[in-house]
């Protein structure tokens, strides 16, 4: 299933108002390792279907006043949110585990 | 398990073209690729010299994307998937994929490409997309106004460093060797000398990479003096050159030491019906240019292989004996053992059946039933071999030939 897209308002209403257990991959379309990782999460959403967790995606291209609100170094990221707070990140190249795991451990 | 006549792994300008050539040659042809259908060459912002593409605004995605556009025209399908196994032993080569799917093909085409080398220094794997890059188109603009390191000398390193440098205050080069050689093409190297952003480090490398959540310095290490010198940088670029993904194939086929495939000048591997293109064969240029020249040949030695095969099985169907006849146009011996042997075989025509094999054209079966040269015959009954002569002699060729018809 093809993650949503966020931009700054849509970012505002789910992560910061209301406060949803969720993660934002951060990809732009020049990067090779993004079109590994977004599938990947693509297909790990699928486990998620009954709203406990969501998945989002950043186009840093689209978003830029979106990318500049969280400091990274670089695509594909993975921040984890949840109360409106920033709970932890992934970056590079990420395999599934690590996002579970990463999940697991934070909520 | 999904049947095709060909099957190629890895969509990059190798792959790519096989599947132009295996499309047009009317073969069912599946490319599969675990990421960026365009290969390297795809996150390459200008293609100098990839011929009779020289404007500036010919980019890596530009010919990349025409190139998949290119050979799903002719009938090639590109798809999504990460391979994680292959079998090579059987007359059908199997390809395993992350997700358990399967797919199968007498033909195989392997072009898997490379992928960064890393330098294995504390840090780097740490701070990996926390400042530590591989890619400058993709994270070049995280670094405004910031110090950033790059390490390496090659083409690619002095390139992206001054495209890094649209971006950032100043890039440091970390550079191997003594002052003033690089490893780059002298067009770029010219340029990045002059350029002002650009401050290099000569008989230098890198020994560590510092910080707690994101890249704070590096550590640099002399090798005239032996002198450590940290400074404080944003971001790290590696530029310190590739290395196969072979490891699927690890202990299969024929590899150098650097784990690059050893192939022929048709780009058979060690293995009938395997080949191997593009950047992961061991080469002599990595360039587009002759990546697509090796999907060509591969392609199209693969065609022919293809043929064989079904000739083959065609010839396994038969109910009489059958004589493999290998010849060359080069050897007037096995024209004439050729010639002697197709007369004997016409006075037993309902008993036995004659393959002439030319040995310049096709090797499949020589391989298969260890022929070195022309002028020999295998006697086949029943797909079993009964025996393997070489003619020499002309007598002898006849005498055995009809005791065995007889």
Partial sequence: MELLKLDIDSFEERIFKNGENCLVIYSRKTCKECKIIVPMLEELSELYTDGSFNFYRVDVEEQVPLYKRFPLKGVPSVLFFGQGQKLGKLAGMIEEEDVLEKIEELY | ?406
């Avoid at chain 2, 086929?253 to 293995?271: D, F, P």
């Avoid at chain 2, 030695?301 to 004996?321: H, R, T």
């Fill in chain 2, 1 to 406: 398990m999904e049947k095709y006549d060909l099957l190629i792994c890895g969509a990059g300008a190798a792959g790519m073209t096989a599947g132009v050539y295996g499309g047009r040659a009317r073969l069912k042809t599946l490319i599969l690729e675990k990421g960026v259908v365009g290969g390297t060459a795809y996150s390459t912002r200008e293609l100098a010299n990839y011929p009779g593409f020289y404007a500036e605004d010919v980019s890596g995605p530009f010919l990349m994307k025409q190139m998949a556009k290119h050979a799903e025209r002719f009938g090639t399908k590109i798809i999504k998937e990460n391979v994680i196994e292959l079998d090579l032993e059987g007359d059908t080569k199997v390809v395993k994929c992350k997700k358990g799917r399967e797919y199968g093909a007498k033909a195989l085409i392997l072009a898997f490409g490379t992928e960064p080398r890393l330098l294995g220094i504390p840090g780097e794997k740490e701070l990996r997309g926390s400042g530590v890059s591989y890619c400058a188109t993709c994270d070049a603009e995280n670094f405004e106004g910031d110090i950033v390191a790059v390490v390496g000398n090659g083409d690619a390193a002095l390139e992206e460093a001054m495209f890094i440098a649209k971006f950032a205050e100043k890039v440091i080069i970390i550079v191997i060797h003594d002052e003033g050689i690089v490893d780059c093409n002298k067009v770029s190297a010219e340029k990045a000398f002059k350029h002002p952003k650009l401050e290099f480090v000569w008989n230098t490398t890198l020994a560590e990479i510092k910080g707690d959540e994101e890249v704070e310095s590096i550590v640099m290490r002399n090798l005239k003096t032996g002198e450590n010198t940290e400074r404080k940088v944003g971001g790290v670029f590696f530029y310190v050159g590739l290395v196969p993904q072979t490891a699927c194939v690890k202990d299969k086929l024929e590899m150098n030491r650097q784990g690059y495939i050893i192939t022929n000048e048709k780009m058979e591997t060690s293995v009938p019906g395997v080949y191997a293109v593009g950047d992961c064969r061991e080469k002599y240029l990595r360039q587009v240019v002759t990546a697509a020249g090796d999907g060509a040949t591969a392609a199209v030695a693969a065609e022919k292989y293809l043929e064989e095969v079904e000739e083959y099985e065609d010839m396994l169907q038969e109910d009489k004996k059958i004589l493999l006849g290998f010849w060359s146009p080069l050897s007037q011996l096995s024209i004439e053992a050729l010639s002697r042997s197709e007369q004997i075989i016409a006075e037993y025509e309902d008993a036995a059946k004659l393959y002439k094999i030319d040995l310049s054209r096709k090797q499949m079966l020589a391989y298969k039933y260890e022929i070195k040269e022309p002028a020999s015959f295998v006697l086949l009954s029943k797909n079993a071999v009964i025996d393997t002569l070489h003619a020499s002699n002309p007598d002898t060729l006849e005498a055995t030939l009809r005791t065995w018809l007889a």
